[in-house]
Structure formats: C-alpha cells, structure tokens
C-alpha cells in the first residue's frame, strides 16, 4: 500500500517553513548541550543525551541537516564547537567549515600569510581541499607569488580572484600563479566567478569554464591576446544566466560576447542572461549596452547605474532591448547620480516606459538617485510627475506591483535643509496616481549623507 504522507503534505503550503523552525529548534537545544556539557563518550549513535532521565539519539540525517542550518547562518562558531564532540562530529562539521575559504597573501605580524596557513594545513591533511567549494582569494600586486595552493583544489564552484595595492596586468602576473590558475580552472567546475581590479585578461580564459552562469568584473579589462600557457579550452562556450560589470570596459566585453559570423561560436553566450547589471563609467559606455540588450531572450532584471551622459535610457529599451526580453522583464532598476539642475531625474526611463506600455510584464521598478555632492537637481514638478504619469496610463503596466524610489543628497558643507524640503515635497505632490492605486505598494523617501 502507497503511504499518503507525501500526499498530505501538498496541503500544508507552510510546511517547508514548520519543517526550518522545528530544525532550529532542535539545534538550539544541541548547541546549548553541548556548550553545557561535559566530554562526550563515543557510542554508536551520533549524538546522545539525557532527556527526562532517558536516552535520546539523534539520527545522523537530522545531525546532518542541523549542522547545514548552523552553515547556512554561518555559525563557524559552533561547527567548531561540534568538531570536538566525537570522531562522527569531527567528519561532519569539517564539510561545512571549510566548505567557504577566504585567502589573503598579505604577510601578517606573524610572518606568514593565510595562504601560508593554509598550505601548511594542506600538507598535513589534503583531504581538506576537496570540502571547499567557495573560494575567496585575494593577491597583493607586490610582484610576489604566493605558495601555489589553487592547484589542489577539486570541488570549487565558487571562485573570487582580487587584487589590491594597484591594478594587476595579466601580462606582468608571476608565471607560477598563472599556471595554478591554469590547474585550478581545469579541474573545477566554475559556476559563479568575480575578478578585481585586472587588466589585460585574454578573453579567451571564460572558454577554460564552461559551466560559469555567473560572472562578476570589477575593473578589467579584456583585451584579444592569445591565451598561452597550460590553459584547457572546453569545446562549448559558458552560458551566463548572470552578469555584473562595475567601472570595466563593457566594449572589449562586448566584442566576445557575440560571434562575429555564422560559424564563429562566440566566446560568452548572452542569450539566456536573465540579470543584466551595469556600473558605467565611461561615455561610450551607453552605445554598446544598447547593443547587448539585443542579446538575452529571456532577460528578467535590468540594473543601471552611473552619469548622464554614461548612462541614459532614452531610446535604449523601445528600440534596442530584445523582443523576447520584452516579455520576461520584471524588474528595473536604475541608480543615477545627478550633477546639475539640467539632467532629467529618470535619465529617460519614463519615455521609454510609455513607449512599450501595454506591451510588457513589469513587476518592480527600483530608483535610487543620488545628487553629487554639493549639487542640486531639478525640483521642477512636471519633470518629477512624469513618471507617475506614464505608470498610471490604465492597462500599461498591469503587473507592476512595486515602485520604491529613494533620493539621496549627499554634501559636506552646504545647508540642505531647504533643499531637503523641496525634494520631500516632492514625494507627497508629484506621485499622486501610484499612491491611490492599492495594487502598487509606492515608496519614496529622501536621504541626506555626510561625505
């Protein structure tokens, strides 16, 4: 006979949150025990302890699922505390505390750098090297290679790459380190990969990951140099679902996102990008955006940030953002920083969110305006009301349900209390339609931040 108990649960729709809290419970009253408690005896069961005067044993799934809540919270504190438990605790806890590494190859008062520590533990036990599977690097750019431990990693999935003290050149990086990475890149499975502060990558290094979907530049560069050494190329390009580039030249990006024949495979496949994410710092910054919104097909969130003219919305969604994407949209969020009276607040979102009303599923729209500091923005009426017009024209936006804007003045010697009045006026007159419609839950708020 089929047991209905999976049936039933169908009808409980909290049950995944019953299930969490019960499972927090539980681990509080293990961690309380064992913080409390004398050195455990071994027995055959994981965990044993009086309850009522009678022995209760913990089934070591529920042990398991426990000790990943305490992971998931980030309680590094209490996994080490259960480590020392019993052999069985040992086993279990090591998966989670070393399952997320942060390396620093900064030498310490010590004398020695964590990437050092880490080496040595290494050498003792490389057992320890297949439970990570997030791993933070950081280099200094002192020309100096740090012990080659990339190289033994196994299971990482996970991997941040950042330098400090100055931007790294590809070309000046050590030998050794290169041919770490090398090892690291074609024995792991990179699905999420960030990179700080490098310049003159070879584009051709995202072909040694073929599984990444999440790929995060802060400053780089990439440039069409070959790509020498013991890299592996895979025969498929990586699919990214995310992308996020921050004060990086999105032109050369660009370049290797696309192919540029029929039979070319480009190096970066867009075309499944459902988080597109944009910190722009340069004036051509805008035009090529414009053509990579032409690229994703089922694009879910859009984020912009930066200076009209870097970053300016007026003819880019109706014109250039992909008709399939049109459709899959539910998010925007635009972030600019204003200068002068002069600049349209909303960098022209609002024309361009009249121009494909009624053609789209927007859910959310996100602004968050910052005033440089010292500046002053527009106060003008009709331009701030613009916005509350086009969202408020009936069948536009049916999905909308969120519209959360946020202005924040930021200043270090000027007095803003008048101008803070104008922009919080602002927010009670100028939004009118999207405070009375109870479908939409309206934000609007404004900040002033010392610099």
């Known amino acids: 006979m089929t047991s209905t108990y999976p049936k039933l649960l169908l009808w409980v729709p909290d049950f995944a949150s019953r299930l969490y809290n019960i499972i927090k419970l539980i681990s509080t009253g293990l961690c309380r025990a064992i913080k409390n408690s004398e050195i455990l005896a071994e027995s055959p069961y994981p965990f044993t302890m009086p309850v009522f005067s009678q022995p209760v044993s913990l089934p070591l799934d529920i042990l398991e699922t426990i000790l990943g809540v305490l992971a998931v919270e980030n309680d590094a504190v209490t996994l080490r505390s259960c480590s020392l438990v019993s052999h069985i605790f040992h086993s279990l806890c090591r998966k989670h505390i070393f399952s997320k590494i942060e390396l620093d190859s900064k030498v310490q008062r010590s004398g020695t750098s964590e990437v050092q520590k880490f080496k040595r533990l290494l050498d003792h036990d490389l057992s320890i090297a297949h439970h990570v599977r997030s791993l933070e690097y950081t280099n200094r750019c002192d020309g100096k290679a740090a012990p080659p431990v990339l190289k033994h990693f196994r299971r990482v999935t996970s991997f941040t790459l950042r330098f400090l003290g100055g931007t790294q050149e590809w070309k000046t990086m050590p030998l050794s380190f290169k041919k770490s990475l090398a090892s690291f890149m074609l024995y792991n499975k990179l699905d999420n990969l960030v990179l700080f502060s490098i310049h003159g990558v070879p584009a051709g290094i995202f072909t040694c990951m073929p599984h990444l979907s999440t790929l995060t530049l802060y400053d780089v560069t990439l440039t069409d140099s070959p790509l020498q050494g013991k890299f592996f190329r895979a025969k498929r390009s990586p699919s990214l679902v995310s992308?996020?580039?921050?004060?990086?030249?999105?032109?050369?990006?660009?370049?290797?996102?696309?192919?540029?024949?029929?039979?070319?495979?480009?190096?970066?496949?867009?075309?499944?990008?459902?988080?597109?994410?944009?910190?722009?710092?340069?004036?051509?910054?805008?035009?090529?955006?414009?053509?990579?919104?032409?690229?994703?097909?089922?694009?879910?969130?859009?984020?912009?940030?930066?200076?009209?003219?870097?970053?300016?919305?007026?003819?880019?969604?109706?014109?250039?953002?992909?008709?399939?994407?049109?459709?899959?949209?539910?998010?925007?969020?635009?972030?600019?920083?204003?200068?002068?009276?002069?600049?349209?607040?909303?960098?022209?979102?609002?024309?361009?969110?009249?121009?494909?009303?009624?053609?789209?599923?927007?859910?959310?729209?996100?602004?968050?305006?910052?005033?440089?500091?010292?500046?002053?923005?527009?106060?003008?009426?009709?331009?701030?009301?613009?916005?509350?017009?086009?969202?408020?024209?009936?069948?536009?936006?049916?999905?909308?349900?969120?519209?959360?804007?946020?202005?924040?003045?930021?200043?270090?010697?000027?007095?803003?209390?008048?101008?803070?009045?104008?922009?919080?006026?602002?927010?009670?007159?100028?939004?009118?339609?999207?405070?009375?419609?109870?479908?939409?839950?309206?934000?609007y708020e404004v900040a002033i931040e010392d610099v």
């Open 243 to 443: 992308l996020f580039i921050k004060d990086s030249k999105v032109g050369s990006l660009f370049r290797h996102a696309h192919s540029n024949g029929p039979e070319v495979e480009p190096i970066l496949d867009l075309t499944r990008l459902e988080k597109l994410a944009f910190g722009a710092d340069d004036p051509h910054a805008m035009n090529v955006i414009k053509r990579m919104l032409k690229l994703p097909e089922t694009l879910r969130c859009l984020a912009l940030s930066g200076s009209d003219p870097d970053i300016n919305l007026e003819g880019a969604l109706s014109s250039d953002l992909n008709t399939l994407s049109l459709r899959t949209l539910k998010t925007l969020d635009l972030r600019p920083m204003l200068e002068t009276q002069e600049e349209d607040p909303y960098l022209g979102l609002a024309q361009e969110l009249e121009k494909f009303a009624g053609k789209n599923n927007l859910e959310e729209i996100i602004l968050r305006i910052g005033i440089e500091t010292d500046h002053r923005c527009t106060t003008e009426v009709s331009r701030w009301n613009r916005l509350d017009q086009v969202l408020s024209h009936k069948g536009g936006f049916p999905s909308l349900r969120s519209v959360d804007i946020k202005v924040t003045v930021y200043h270090f010697c000027r007095d803003l209390a008048e101008f803070q009045m104008l922009l919080e006026e602002i927010g009670r007159s100028c939004f009118p339609s999207m405070r009375e419609d109870e479908n939409i839950h309206f934000n």
